[in-house]
């Protein structure tokens, strides 16, 4: 690492993630004006009314809009109508409707700055965002404006909307839960930022491979420029990784040495909905730092200055796409430091132009921090303020746990973060010093309240003992937060009883809560089921925005429930959801599907916990029963078509087997003359943030089936029920909660709960009992996906095995139940007056789960925050 180190630095205390020195950086979000004797703002620069005259307004109507894009085509593109295709005018449109968001941005901005209101800082490594034409649009309440200029233009606004690539900065429903949060935020007129990272390449595209195995692609969603970012070249922070530390007076340390990597902002605008308040997603990207090779060069070792800035470039390049797990990787370390480094950076900067003392810094900024990724953010800020702002160790102590909180989302040993110390102490020596310095001050008091427990002790340490120990960053986050959340009733009741037991014991439960995940209403039915959304505006007899953001107003519908005129348009509509979704996958992979079927859906990631093994076994057994049926039987049984989309881990060995054995299931089953009318089976590849706006609308049924108690929340089934689709689900995650308001007659529950788990897994291990025993149905299936009846039998034994042997996922326990429910399923489907009933009910009952309420939870019990109206 010796080339990249600026000998200038060399054993002086360096200012880590300075802000650049220029006045202009000043002005971008921290500017407070200066006032003239009589107390009225003195304009900053120039004459005032050449500017005012200068400044941009909102283009409003049809023939502002055209202009506007036109100018976008004729200048930023440098095109005319005579070679514009869809690509190009959507670019025009979306630049031209950035132009309005950042009226609104600039709006925003400036009244944070003048009213410096106390804001919250949403740190998330992934930010799902989709697409975002559409959706700002709708917030923006121009599309109907929009879409009569780009008629004009001789374009088609929905297909413009198609060309937009999505933004995949996530794996899935952590990363949606985020964009969710910033929607919310933004269309409640809370000062909110995001915090992520820009990766070049997002999560990877799907391909399925001749037999059937998932094959993954790069994402090069930054191909074409991307009209939704503002890059800031202007705000740069250098990152320090490596170097030494040395420890001087009691607690402080100086840092130096090793290798700076510049941090550089790119802003994406979040628009509220209906209102002006448009927040700000800050996204990191890395480049190595100018002239910081200089001295490489000069020895003539080129090739180690190249490789110096690209491991500098490399840091930002790719999301990893692993849901669930980890891995500890050395790279995806760097990530999280950089991002949490640079937005602590950016966060103080901007605290300290309010000029107040750094010990209010907690009256006016909150820091969520979603799971454990950026928990680092709790000894950096223990770093600068004990380091370079010389605030004594127990001050900052207190500063740092008032401002951060933690979420976690999943009890599962295998996704809980643990880094190797060896690693850190290279990579992060200052910060593992601090955090050797809080872990003692931290076990002495737990010693003092539990004496002798020297058990307790191990189990709460920051350090794992071992070879090698390792850093447990769940515990790190709970210490230096003032709350902790689980994201569902039952997953935060868990995270109290098993993972922070002893920490509730020490500090008291009131520490240790709930937010229950929501979804946003504006992409969740306005957008993604407009027909939907105008059926229950009619009904209703109030506008769409009264119910987008009150979704409680949706209550309303009930009264409709029994009109069968309400009825039939409702069932349209579904109707006309599954025929959209029908032209979609013709129209992308060719298929024909039977859209007077029933839809059963199963999308999100693929993971042994979420048991979509236990979903297509259950296929496959209806399948066998199906056949075995004379054909008489068989023209009375009503058709279904079975959905799964979602992408598996690329190391994931075990869930990737199971989409090939979906994929070769579908083969077999769609081609098999005698139930191809009445059973049909498709992976959709590369499930997308627009894919499932496409399918969730079209569903009847959807399955959330996995293992009591380990599912935290589940975001997918609260977007199918707002959808009105019914569930079929274990008594897990948000589950629960969907059923309590809906009520559990509309809702398929089976299988054991979260209590009997442990002793069922136990019993497994020390008495197993053969599957031909436990449960013949499933037996039989096994055996005929063994015997190749889908294809070479012997591909698959390693997925079956995990079922024969262990079962730790309890497919054996729960599929007698689970079959059991699907036959209830289609009885209820039979009756489609009550199920039409059933499904209007679930709608109308799902005012709990906007994320607008989750949002407001975390304002009023968390961050503290006020709504500030922008004028
Ligand atoms: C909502 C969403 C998820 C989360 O799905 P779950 O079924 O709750 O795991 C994942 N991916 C995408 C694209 C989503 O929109």
């Given at each position: 690492m010796?080339?990249?180190?600026?000998?200038?630095?060399?054993?002086?205390?360096?200012?880590?993630a300075?802000?650049s020195?220029?006045?202009?950086?000043?002005?971008?979000?921290?500017?407070?004006?200066?006032?003239?004797?009589?107390?009225?703002?003195?304009?900053?620069?120039?004459?005032?009314?050449?500017?005012?005259?200068g400044?941009?307004?909102?283009?409003?109507?049809?023939?502002?809009?055209?202009?506007?894009?036109?100018h976008?085509?004729?200048?930023?593109?440098?095109?005319?109508?005579?070679?514009?295709?869809?690509?190009?005018?959507?670019?025009?449109?979306?630049?031209?409707?950035?132009?309005?968001?950042?009226?609104?941005?600039?709006?925003?901005?400036?009244?944070?700055?003048?009213?410096?209101?106390?804001?919250a800082?949403?740190l998330s490594?992934?930010?799902?965002?989709g697409?975002?034409?559409d959706?700002?649009?709708?917030?923006?309440?121009?599309?109907?404006?929009?879409?009569?200029?780009?008629?004009?233009?001789?374009?088609?606004?929905?297909?413009?909307?198609?060309?937009?690539?999505?933004?995949?900065?996530?794996?899935?429903?952590?990363?949606?839960?985020?964009?969710?949060?910033?929607?919310?935020?933004?269309?409640?007129?809370?000062?909110?930022?995001?915090?992520?990272?820009r990766?070049?390449?997002?999560?990877?595209?799907?391909?399925?491979?001749?037999?059937?195995?998932?094959?993954?692609?790069?994402?090069p969603?930054?191909?074409h420029?991307?009209?939704?970012?503002?890059?800031?070249?202007?705000v740069?922070?250098?990152?320090?990784?490596?170097?030494?530390?040395?420890?001087?007076?009691?607690?402080?340390?100086?840092?130096?040495?090793?290798?700076?990597v510049?941090?550089?902002?790119?802003?994406?605008?979040?628009p509220?909905?209906?209102?002006?308040?448009?927040?700000?997603?800050?996204?990191?990207?890395?480049?190595?730092?100018?002239?910081?090779?200089?001295?490489?060069?000069?020895?003539?070792?080129?090739?180690?200055?190249?490789?110096?800035?690209?491991?500098?470039?490399?840091?930002?390049?790719?999301?990893y796409?692993?849901?669930?797990?980890?891995?500890?990787?050395?790279?995806?370390?760097?990530?999280?430091?950089?991002?949490?480094?640079?937005?602590?950076?950016?966060?103080?900067?901007?605290?300290?132009?309010?000029?107040?003392?750094?010990?209010?810094?907690?009256?006016?900024v909150?820091?969520?921090?979603?799971?454990?990724?950026?928990?680092?953010?709790?000894?950096?800020?223990?770093?600068?303020?004990?380091?370079?702002e010389?605030?004594?160790?127990?001050?900052?102590?207190?500063i740092?746990?008032?401002?951060?909180?933690?979420?976690?989302?999943?009890?599962?040993p295998?996704?809980?973060?643990?880094?190797?110390?060896?690693?850190?102490?290279?990579?992060?020596p200052?910060?593992?010093?601090?955090?050797?310095?809080?872990?003692?001050?931290?076990?002495?008091?737990?010693?003092?309240?539990?004496?002798?427990?020297?058990?307790?002790?191990?189990?709460?340490?920051?350090?794992?003992?071992?070879?090698?120990?390792?850093?447990?960053?769940?515990?790190?986050?709970?210490?230096?937060?003032?709350?902790?959340?689980?994201?569902?009733?039952?997953?935060?009741?868990?995270?109290?009883?098993?993972?922070?037991?002893?920490?509730?014991?020490?500090?008291?439960?009131?520490k240790?809560?709930?937010?229950?995940?929501?979804?946003?209403p504006?992409r969740?039915?306005?957008?993604?089921n407009?027909?939907?959304?105008?059926?229950?505006?009619?009904?209703?007899?109030?506008?769409?925005?009264v119910?987008?953001?009150?979704?409680?107003?949706?209550?309303g519908?009930?009264?409709?429930?029994?009109?069968?005129?309400?009825?039939?348009?409702?069932a349209?509509?579904k109707?006309?959801?599954?025929?959209?979704?029908?032209?979609?996958v013709?129209?992308?992979?060719?298929?024909?599907?039977?859209?007077r079927a029933?839809?059963?859906?199963?999308?999100?990631?693929?993971?042994?916990?979420?048991?979509?093994?236990?979903?297509?076994?259950?296929?496959i057994?209806?399948?066998?029963?199906?056949?075995?049926?004379?054909?008489?039987?068989?023209?009375?049984?009503?058709?279904?078509?079975?959905?799964?989309?979602?992408?598996?881990?690329?190391?994931y060995y075990?869930?990737?087997l199971t989409?090939?054995?979906?994929?070769?299931?579908?083969?077999?089953?769609?081609?098999?003359?005698?139930?191809?009318?009445?059973?049909?089976?498709?992976?959709?590849?590369d499930?997308s943030?627009?894919?499932?706006?496409?399918?969730?609308?079209?569903?009847?049924?959807?399955?959330?089936?996995?293992?009591?108690?380990?599912?935290?929340?589940?975001?997918?089934?609260?977007?199918?029920?707002?959808?009105?689709?019914?569930?079929?689900?274990?008594?897990?995650?948000?589950?629960?909660?969907?059923?309590e308001?809906?009520?559990?007659?509309n809702?398929?529950?089976?299988?054991?709960?979260?209590?009997?788990?442990?002793?069922?897994r136990?019993q497994?291990?020390?008495?197993?009992?053969?599957?031909e025993?436990?449960?013949?149905?499933?037996?039989?299936?096994?055996n005929?996906?063994?015997?190749?009846?889908?294809?070479?039998?012997?591909?698959?034994?390693?997925l079956?095995?995990?079922?024969?042997?262990?079962?730790?996922y309890?497919?054996?326990e729960?599929?007698?139940?689970?079959?059991?429910?699907?036959?209830?399923?289609?009885?209820?489907?039979?009756?489609?007056?009550?199920?039409?009933?059933?499904?209007?009910?679930?709608?109308?009952?799902?005012?709990?789960?906007?994320?607008?309420?989750?949002?407001?939870?975390?304002?009023?019990?968390?961050?503290?925050?006020?709504?500030?109206?922008?004028?």
């Open positions: 010796t080339s990249t180190i600026d000998p200038s630095t060399i054993g002086k205390p360096t200012k880590q300075k802000a020195p220029r006045r202009h950086v000043r002005s971008l979000t921290g500017f407070t004006p200066e006032k003239d004797a009589s107390g009225k703002e003195k304009w900053p620069i120039g004459d005032e009314k050449v500017w005012k005259e400044i941009p307004g909102l283009t409003q109507d049809t023939p502002e809009i055209t202009k506007s894009v036109v976008h085509v004729h200048t930023s593109l440098a095109r005319q109508a005579y070679n514009l295709d869809n690509l190009g005018a959507y670019q025009a449109a979306a630049l031209s409707v950035r132009d309005n968001l950042l009226v609104n941005w600039n709006d925003t901005q400036l009244q944070y700055s003048r009213k410096t209101p106390k804001r800082y949403y490594l992934e930010f799902l965002m697409r975002t034409l959706n700002a649009l709708l917030n923006l309440g121009l599309k109907d404006k929009y879409q009569d200029g780009i008629t004009k233009l001789g374009f088609n606004l929905e297909d413009l909307i198609d060309q937009e690539r999505d933004a995949g900065l996530g794996n899935g429903g952590l990363g949606r839960l985020a964009a969710c949060y910033l929607d919310s935020s933004a269309s409640q007129e809370l000062p909110v930022w995001g915090y992520g990272l990766y070049k390449y997002g999560i990877f595209q799907q391909h399925i491979g001749p037999d059937g195995s998932q094959l993954e692609a790069p994402d969603w930054l191909e420029d991307n009209p939704w970012e503002l890059a800031r070249t202007d740069t922070y250098q990152i320090r990784f490596y170097g030494h530390s040395e420890r001087f007076e009691g607690n402080k340390g100086i840092w130096s040495g090793g290798q700076e510049l941090a550089i902002a790119y802003d994406v605008p979040i509220g909905y209906e209102t002006k308040t448009t927040n700000n997603l800050r996204l990191w990207e890395s480049r190595p730092k100018r002239g910081f090779d200089l001295q490489s060069f000069n020895a003539g070792d080129y090739e180690r200055a190249v490789e110096a800035s690209n491991s500098a470039e490399a840091i930002t390049s790719v999301l796409p692993n849901d669930h797990t980890t891995f500890g990787k050395e790279l995806r370390l760097k990530q999280q430091y950089f991002w949490t480094a640079a937005s602590l950076a950016d966060i103080i900067r901007r605290f300290k132009n309010t000029d107040k003392p750094l010990t209010e810094f907690p009256e006016y909150s820091i969520q921090l979603n799971d454990t990724h950026p928990t680092l953010a709790i000894p950096e800020l223990m770093r600068i303020l004990v380091d370079e010389d605030v004594p160790w127990d001050q900052a102590w207190q740092t746990t008032n401002t951060f909180f933690y979420t976690n989302h999943t009890v599962l295998e996704a809980l973060e643990k880094w190797p110390i060896p690693l850190l102490e290279n990579l992060l200052r910060h593992l010093q601090i955090i050797y310095d809080i872990n003692l001050e931290f076990l002495q008091a737990v010693d003092k309240k539990f004496p002798g427990d020297k058990e307790k002790l191990a189990r709460m340490s920051l350090i794992e003992e071992g070879f090698p120990k390792n850093l447990r960053m769940a515990n790190l986050a709970c210490i230096g937060s003032r709350k902790v959340n689980g994201v569902a009733e039952l997953h935060s009741e868990l995270v109290r009883e098993t993972i922070m037991k002893d920490f509730v014991d020490f500090y008291g439960v009131s240790f809560s709930n937010v229950t995940n929501g979804i946003t504006r969740w039915l306005d957008q993604c407009p027909g939907l959304s105008n059926l229950i505006s009619e009904t209703l007899k109030i506008p769409k925005a119910f987008l953001k009150d979704l409680y107003k949706l209550e519908l009930l009264e409709f429930v029994d009109n069968p005129a309400f009825q039939k348009k409702w349209a509509v109707q006309s959801n599954k025929e959209r979704l029908a032209k979609h013709e129209a992308t992979l060719g298929l024909k599907i039977n859209t029933m839809f059963d859906v199963q999308i999100k990631r693929l993971h042994e916990y979420k048991r979509q093994t236990l979903n297509i076994m259950g296929v057994h209806r399948y066998l029963t199906l056949k075995d049926l004379s054909p008489a039987e068989r023209k009375k049984v009503n058709p279904k078509v079975v959905f799964f989309a979602g992408k598996a881990a690329p190391g075990i869930a990737k989409i090939r054995l979906i994929v070769n299931v579908a083969r077999v089953i769609n081609n098999d003359p005698d139930t191809k009318d009445i059973l049909s089976l498709y992976f959709l590849p499930y943030v627009s894919l499932a706006e496409v399918l969730i609308p079209a569903s009847d049924i959807s399955q959330h089936i996995s293992t009591a108690g380990t599912e935290a929340s589940g975001t997918s089934n609260m977007k199918f029920c707002l959808n009105g689709g019914l569930l079929v689900g274990t008594v897990d995650g948000a589950n629960i909660e969907i059923a308001e809906v009520g559990e007659s809702v398929f529950f089976f299988g054991h709960l979260t209590p009997a788990v442990e002793d069922l136990y497994h291990m020390y008495h197993p009992v053969p599957i025993q436990k449960c013949p149905p499933l037996a039989r299936v096994l005929e996906v063994s015997s190749g009846r889908f294809g070479d039998g012997g591909v698959y034994e390693p079956l095995n995990t079922i024969r042997q262990h079962d730790y309890l497919l054996t729960d599929f007698d139940s689970y079959i059991r429910a699907l036959e209830l399923v289609d009885e209820a489907y039979q009756d489609r007056t009550e199920w039409i009933k059933k499904s209007i009910r679930t709608t109308a009952k799902m005012g709990k789960f906007s994320s607008d309420r989750a949002i407001q939870d975390y304002a009023q019990e968390y961050w503290n925050i006020e709504s500030t109206k922008v004028e």
